[in-house]
């Protein structure tokens, strides 16, 4: 059982900034990469940025010097700091995380219940 919670969405002008953060909890023997997706309103979802176990990352190239994306392993948390806020950013924002719960068995993709940024002036 592996619940992941987002938090740290809401209502920002642009240019504004916003820190999105997500929670693992649950059975979790080996955390491997963590990242945050996208979807806005009628398109598909996307990758927005990744981490790796070892803190190797990799970015959306709309996003990149503007967003960025860390690790904690001890609590199992993953953030994304956003600056420079564009409107085209609005959307949902959903954390993913690859996890092996027990040793010897598969890893799964886990999937938070999203958090929504609107980025309006």
């Known amino acids: 059982q592996v619940q992941l919670v987002e938090s740290g969405g809401g209502l920002v002008q642009p240019g504004g900034s916003l820190r999105l953060s997500c929670a693992a909890s649950?059975?979790?023997?080996?955390?491997?990469?963590m990242g945050w997706y996208r979807q806005a309103s009628g398109k598909e979802r996307e990758l927005v940025a990744i981490?790796?176990?070892?803190?190797?990352?990799n970015y959306l190239e709309s996003v990149k010097g503007r967003f960025t994306i860390s690790r904690d392993n001890v609590k199992n948390t993953v953030s994304l700091r956003i600056n420079e806020l564009k409107p085209e950013d609005t959307a949902v924002y959903y954390c993913?995380?690859?996890?092996?719960?027990?040793?010897?068995?598969?890893?799964?993709?886990?999937w938070g219940k999203g958090t929504l940024v609107t980025v309006s002036s």
């Open positions: 993913n995380a690859n996890i092996r719960t027990r040793p010897g068995t598969q890893n799964t993709n886990y």
């Open positions: 649950g059975s979790i023997y080996r955390m491997n990469a």
């Open positions: 981490i790796t176990s070892d803190d190797s990352t």
